[in-house]
């Protein structure tokens, strides 16, 4: 469409603004009329989402001692029980949205609080951060939770068996087994309804369950800047623990630093075992495995550095067919690379607010530890019998008496589970690829670590799908966080939904801002439903509903 064309449509849905909206041709500047323009409808646009469903799973109100609530980095009681003026201080803090009231929050003995106040900050693109709905979290005393809870467990103990192994490993084949017999268990099953050690562990969405338990894009050899980076990683030692003793788990629930020191494996190694990659997750800054992911499928490397690998770019990417024009601040390297931190900011906004103003649900950690008092005696907390019941428990009951292993010296960070920050991220940034790359495209050169960790191995046995790696990447990441024992299933389910979602208004508002000939931005959901983000619209199912740039 003309210039004219592009400005008589802002102009025609400027109205939208509220009679607010500047016509070009009265001001001196144009572009700035239409800089303007397009921002008012964008915020217009994206004030008509609802507010936030904030419906609670309703455990804080149904146990006033707080037994299923967040509570770490307060006063605790010797049965890690929060002390009641320092929850109450928490309350407060949150209710008035004051940064004089969070700084008078009774904390406990050194440790800080993450950020509870983030949640209330405004962003300028994108959907408000309270307009994105997270549904209730599964109950503590719920079947849902218990059966989270054994593969938690499982999870503990599978953390040193190289991924090369599985198939034959008695540990895998033992949690598949008892989680397969679990009706509230959430992850996928096959054909026959199953879990089996080859989808056991793994995520529901397209492309989870084939191939390699590990994404592609945490294996391949990165192309970062003017050198190529194999990704070996530090990992902790194999068959060490942390808060296996109620003395430490107790030490740390009222914000004490942890007294123990990490240990790491000497030998920096391909991400091979659960333990390898619960410290990739350990360290990471939130979007550097989809940066890394990016740069992998926008390199043209021997050639050049420098040179875009248009082959693997959406089709719906102006310069995939250009004879003229190499794509990097549109449609490029320098767009993609900027967008991923964008939809980062946005997503972990959203949950940050949900995390402390909505849900504070309790972390695994916590609930390890009413487990623990529950078989002592010392309690009596509601544990679902999935979880006494079970060989998952068994696993680790005589070495820790209930409480779950944590694959990290401090264990889980000072703010709730619910909604997960990697999981989110991971969300908008696996959507922001997708719509930027070829989902359907074949990923080249196929790899699988090693049983030591020591080097790559072609894998061939069946073809991977770039949407599919990117998937798999969106779950391996907080799924990581699961495997050190910080985390719950249903965490990373619901984070996945609000950071796709995210990413979908963020896109609504970048689409009207390009003047190349764009169809718009296409990809799938994780659940495999298709989307399409088109200019002068919104996002619509079915990719038929795409309809001509202007």
Sequence with gaps: MSNKGRRDFLLQIGGLAGGTAVRPERRGNPRAANALLLRQIAAVLQRQRPPEATTTNGDEQLYPNQIATATKGLLHSQLGEVQMPAYQSLLKAINSQKHSDAENIIIGYGRKLVDLEAG?????????SHTFTSLPPPTFASAQTAAEMVELYWQAAARDVPFAQWSADSTINAAAAEINTLSAYQGPRDASGSVTAANVFRGTAPGCTVGPYISQYLLQTIPFGSTLQE???RTGMPGLDYLTTYSEWLFLQSGLPPYLTEEFDPTFRYIHTARNLAQFVHYDYLFQAFLQAALVLSADYPETLQTPNVSQLSHTNPYKTSNVQTPY??????LFQSWLGRVSTLALR????DKWAVHRRLRPELYGGRVYNTLRGAASYPIHPIVLNSKALQTVVSSTGGLLPQAYVEGCPLHPSYPAGHAVVAGACATLLKALFEETDTVNGAVAPSADGLSLIPYTDTALTIGGELNKLAFNVPMARNWAGIHWRSDTDMSHVIGEQVTICFLQDQVNCLTEPFPGFSFTR?????????????AYTGLSNLTPGY
Aim: negative net charge.
């Design 329 to 334: 601040v549109s449609f490029g390297p320098a």
């Design 120 to 128: 209330f900050a405004y962003d300028l693109e994108g959907g408000d």
């Design 350 to 353: 959203t949950v940050w607010h």
């Design 526 to 538: 994780f659940d495999g439903t298709p989307v399409s983000i088109v200019p002068g619209g919104g």
């Design 231 to 233: 990704q070996m990683y």
